[in-house]
């Protein structure tokens, strides 16, 4: 069995966002103000279309000596956003975070911004999951494994972080059922 936590549960709900038709001074303005390194942006119908970083605002502004104050969010933004359903499991985002190497996902369901997910969102979740997975081991250290289980065959995934009871020596390492199959 392993542990899921959707994103929904750990995810940020107050994003910060900017209309698409904005220039990059305001963007800077609202990203010193709200101390946030991105920010959503929105078409006009308030769905989310792409997002601001301020990476963006260096590489595509100030690097090229442009006046803030002329450029639009439109043209600098990243585009296509990557989003992910509010639903999936914070392991499979670390995952596509790790892959894509992306450093947000806006949780997006029907075209509604619902929250962001980053990678400080997943630090500050981590000691309470090995929280859980500590006081899992204790009781399993307490009842002993069953029939079915040896102490190898249960604990942390070396591959994806996650608890099981059905781990695999892979190559050196425990792998869990789903990793298994992935490879």
Request: overall charge negative; proline content about 5%.
């Amino acid at each position: 069995m392993e542990t899921r936590v959707p994103v929904k549960e750990i995810m940020t709900r107050d994003v910060k966002s900017i209309s698409q038709n904005k220039n990059a001074r305001k963007a800077s303005e609202i990203m010193l103000e709200e101390n946030v390194g991105s920010l959503v942006v929105l078409d006009e119908i308030d769905n989310p279309i792409g997002i601001l970083t301020e990476k963006d605002l260096v590489r595509k502004v100030i690097s090229k000596n442009k006046s803030p104050s002329e450029v639009i969010v439109n043209e600098i933004m990243t585009k296509p956003l990557v989003t992910i359903p509010p639903n999936t499991d914070l392991n499979e985002a670390v995952r596509k975070m790790s892959d894509l190497n992306i450093k947000k996902f806006p949780v997006v369901k029907d075209n509604e911004l619902l929250g962001i997910v980053t990678e400080n969102d997943v630090l500050a979740v981590s000691p309470a999951l090995n929280e859980i997975l500590e006081e899992i081991a204790r009781i399993n250290q307490d009842t002993g494994p069953t029939a079915e289980e040896s102490w190898t065959d249960t604990g942390i995934c070396q591959n994806c972080g996650t608890y099981s009871k059905n781990l695999t020596e892979v190559g050196g390492n425990l792998i869990c059922e789903k990793c298994r199959e992935e490879l």
